[in-house]
């Protein structure tokens, strides 16, 4: 038996990737840039053995089922073609964060599941090696890959298309995101067949595309210069505008709900009164606000005149991905 274990953290793109153009190779339509954070990650263990006769997935104890477990094997079945190796495999993964909820639990799973096969099969992949295996599995996993900021650079290839880190000197160690949490449940249209309808439908796409290196150009000028409100406004506005397209896909969809604008107007009102903070939002209805460490409780406490405490929860920048001893207990 061949077994390994890793955990891996989420990251919030600032910058976001919304679009494929090759859907086998999980290649973007265009690049991106995020911030790994430490409140949310996902442990997984992998167990290669010649005595099963088929895969399995377990997700929090709870065994899934065949379509959840036959996206796991799509990507066993690349480790496999890789190694030549024939063995099934047991995958038990524990989300330390809401599943299919916006909350980038893909990226983290995915990363998590690759640092896991790499332990198994002690592959001694380099980190840019990890993240162009990752993104096989899910395009925002090859940023979970690193720590603090990392940009996904597109590519035109499977061999250069991958997450690398973005010189910061540490900068993110004085930020933070709130995370709002207006809705933790499974949203109606997953992260792929929203950006898929998008790409396909969407007469604002184009202007996506011609909008956001322009948008990714900014954010790294802002972390070089350490600009806290260059950053976030340009967060914000890239948000949005990807966001923006989702309304004009055939049939329009969108995955803000009436609590998502409520907080987009809180943020506006905040900076209002004088309290720099900045939202962003992914394929789900909770949102995510950028603001300086310094000011991260006076803005919990601006906001928690309209929401409980259990729905504001503070995230730093995380670390890269981690390889954990594996259990005689865990095993097989």
């Known amino acids: 038996m061949y077994a390994g274990k890793a955990r891996a953290y989420t990251n919030i793109a600032l910058i976001k990737y919304w679009g494929k153009k090759d859907e086998r190779l999980i290649l973007p339509m265009n690049s991106s840039l995020s911030l790994t954070l430490d409140a949310f990650y996902t442990e997984t263990s992998v167990y290669f053995d010649e005595t099963l006769t088929e895969d399995s997935f377990f997700l929090d104890g709870k065994k899934q089922d065949l379509k959840q477990t036959a996206k796991i094997s799509k990507f066993l079945n690349l480790v496999r073609q890789q190694q030549n190796l024939s063995l099934f495999a047991k995958v038990d993964s524990q989300n330390f964060v809401p599943t299919a909820a916006g909350l980038a639990s893909s990226a983290s799973g995915l990363a998590a599941l690759v640092g896991a096969c790499s332990e198994a099969l002690n592959l001694q992949l380099t980190e840019t090696e990890l993240s162009r295996l990752a993104r096989r599995g899910s395009g925002s996993a090859c940023r979970s890959i690193f720590g603090g900021f990392s940009e996904w650079q597109k590519g035109d290839s499977d061999q250069t298309s991958f997450a690398q880190i973005i010189p910061s000197n540490q900068w993110e160690d004085e930020l933070a995101m709130l995370f709002v949490l207006v809705d933790d449940g499974v949203k109606d249209i997953s992260s792929r067949d929203g950006m898929k309808r998008t790409v396909e439908t969407s007469s604002f796409y184009s202007g996506w595309l011609e909008s956001v290196e322009a948008d990714l150009a900014t954010a790294k000028e802002a972390i070089t210069e350490k600009d806290f409100n260059k950053l976030g406004q340009v967060t914000e506005a890239n948000g949005l505008r990807m966001h923006g397209t989702t309304l ?37 209805p909770n949102v995510k606000i950028l603001v300086e460490k310094k000011n991260l409780a006076a803005l919990k406490n601006f906001l928690g005149e309209h929401f409980s405490q259990q729905q504001l929860i503070a995230a730093y920048a995380g670390p890269g991905i981690e390889a954990i001893p594996v259990e005689r207990s865990e095993e097989l």
Do not use: H, I, N
């Open 248 to 284: 004009a896909a055939v049939p329009p969809f969108t995955y803000w709900s009436p609590e998502s604008l409520k907080v987009m107007q809180l943020v506006r009102s905040a900076r209002q009164v004088g309290l720099p903070c900045y939202f962003t939002m992914d394929a789900g």
